[in-house]
């Protein structure tokens, strides 16, 4: 794949999100506790040198341990990852939807599968309980708002674009979804796979615009 070879023998590694950040970055999240700002202060000190402006708003700019897990993970990480791999144990910040893990708190029963340095496939537990489920959902509204009411105040003319983009989408809480819930449901689970992703592989494509049957042309103004 772009001159790099893809061994597809199994088995294929299977690794937690937080090993492989201990593995890659040298932080250990499980060490830095609960303290976000002590987190963000040990990952800027220790990735300082590898990070870009934008790396470094996007470390300042998350809300809490599992959000910045994430982020190094997808700045340290993940280009790294050319070979097969499945990485489990997701943050419960990032997996609105996911059951909570049975053995560590503050994670969810989730895995990816990356190869070249994309994300082919995400599969997870499907969370049935309603109260958790509305719970999580609710703060990814307040989230959302907040982080919008911030992007908005940073802005000073109503024709400016970054408050067009802002406005451009709205995120509220699904009732319907909630509801069904509350009547119940079965122990579930899903996968999604990224059909454009693996035919890049199969057929060693650099971009996503060669593999995609009708792409998206953006029309200039």
Aim: glycine share 6%; hydrophobic share 40%; proline share 5%.
């Amino acid at each position: 794949m772009q001159g790099v070879e893809i061994h597809l023998e199994r088995p294929w590694r299977r690794e937690t999100m937080h090993n492989l950040v201990k593995e890659s970055a040298e932080i250990d999240f499980g060490e830095l506790g609960n303290d976000l700002k002590v987190a963000k202060e040990v990952t800027l000190k220790t990735l300082g040198a590898d990070l870009d402006h934008k790396d470094k708003v996007s470390i300042e700019a998350c809300t809490s341990i599992g959000h910045l897990l994430n982020e190094v993970f997808e700045i340290a990480v993940e280009p790294k990852l050319l070979q097969p791999t499945f990485v489990l144990d997701y943050p419960i910040e990032i997996s609105p939807l996911a059951k909570p893990h049975r053995r560590n708190a503050g994670l969810t029963e989730r895995f990816e599968l990356f190869i070249c340095g994309r994300e082919l496939a995400n599969a997870f537990s499907e969370l049935t309980d309603p109260m958790d489920q509305r719970g999580r959902l609710e703060e990814q509204v307040r989230q959302h708002n907040e982080k919008k009411a911030a992007a908005i105040s940073e802005t000073d003319g109503a024709n400016d674009k970054r408050k067009e983009n802002d406005d451009s989408y709205e995120v509220t809480l699904d009732d319907d979804f909630l509801t069904a819930l509350e009547y119940g449901m079965p122990p579930a689970s899903g996968m999604g796979l990224g059909i454009d992703r693996l035919v890049m592989l199969l057929t060693n494509s650099a971009s996503i615009r060669d593999v995609i049957a009708f792409p998206v042309l953006k029309v200039q103004q």
